[in-house]
């Protein structure tokens, strides 16, 4: 059974217009703040949650960005969303729940308190009018909301100082669409879908760095290869340099050339850092969520595979994550992108989902993870008899490494 300093969640990004992170969702395991509603109205209980939630480590799981969460009725009655930072949650108050006098209470001491709150699922009801009043943020889902509606209630609810987020927008031009209808926010996997153009004729910069990408990951190559396809582009060889004497590395002495690098680092770690770097390069005009989820899923898949499976290929790992989002970085077809670059073939069957094998399970592991499909993702980490709080471990040391990675560069 798990302990209540033992928590899953997971997490989905919520844009603004410009495609900047704004908050993000959390998805618990379990349903984690509604299990430990308070209904007993123990105040031991209450403080489990607050310490569990703690524990979890907010500023790590939101970077320092409002946690969106979902609470109960009864949640709601005891008052629980108020022992959590004010800050940093906002309050999603779940469609199903009826604004009766105690929750209504509970509901405009949060606002006066400064929570933000967040109507979820939302669909008009008279009955709903004293939520509205109160509410910063109404949510609609896109899946079950027919077009006409999602625009209607924009217009129904004009005179109302509430803002609108569109909940699973799966393609850019969903995301397009509602941004011109006047919606704020922005909720779903269209960010990391690819504008897919086969053939699409590649800005310069973007097209010097695949090409690096292409050579820095050939088989056999020597130290004197890689020292030489760095220093080719002066500014590559700038930042590369740069970042590994910045303090994320941590290195006493400065590092003043690719070939002491080279030797404090070796092949496979050098290999990893010019990836990231010429990867970076690659997103420079994409949301920086998209270089962050590869980063976190590169950092991810590397701690995993160094269990006893898959530890002789723990550099592979790192760079079916890296990858992961290539498509969309680039907006050309997977495909067409992995043939030119020579990634172990497994890796490749991995990220095209085409043949089974254990870098899939491993990739599919993550993306359940991501997703909070919590039941699937169980199935595969025994697959690969991952102990689950490693994996938990894993998740929440990705996400540190890959935000101080994020603000080194």
Known sequence: MEQPNEIHVARQPIFDTALNVFAYELLFRSNFINMYDGTDGDQATHSVIA??????????????????????????????????????????????????????????????????????????????LPFIELADIIKVDFRTTPRNERQQLIRRLQNYRVKFLAEKVETQEEFQDARSMGYSYFQGYFFCKPSVLSGKNLPAYKANHLHILQEINRPELELSQIEYIIKRDVSLSYKLLRFINSAFFGFKSTISSLRQALTLLGQKELIKWVSIVALKGIADNKPGELILESLIRARFSEILASGKMMKHRVADAFLMGMFSHIDVLLDRPLQEILDEIRLDEEIKYALLDIAPNQFSILYKLIQTYEKGDWEAYSGYAKELELNEQTVLKAYRESLVWAHDLIMVN
Request: net charge positive.
């Open 51 to 128: 310490n569990s939630f703690l524990l979890i480590g907010m500023e790590t799981l939101t970077n320092g960005k409002k946690a969106f969460i979902n609470f109960t009725a009864n949640s709601l009655q005891n008052n629980i969303p108020a022992m959590l930072p004010k800050k940093l949650v906002a309050v999603e108050i779940l469609e199903d729940i009826i604004p009766n006098e105690k929750i209504l209470r509970v509901c405009k001491k949060l606002k006066q308190d400064g929570y933000l709150l967040v109507l979820d699922d939302f669909v008009f009801k008279p009955q709903f």
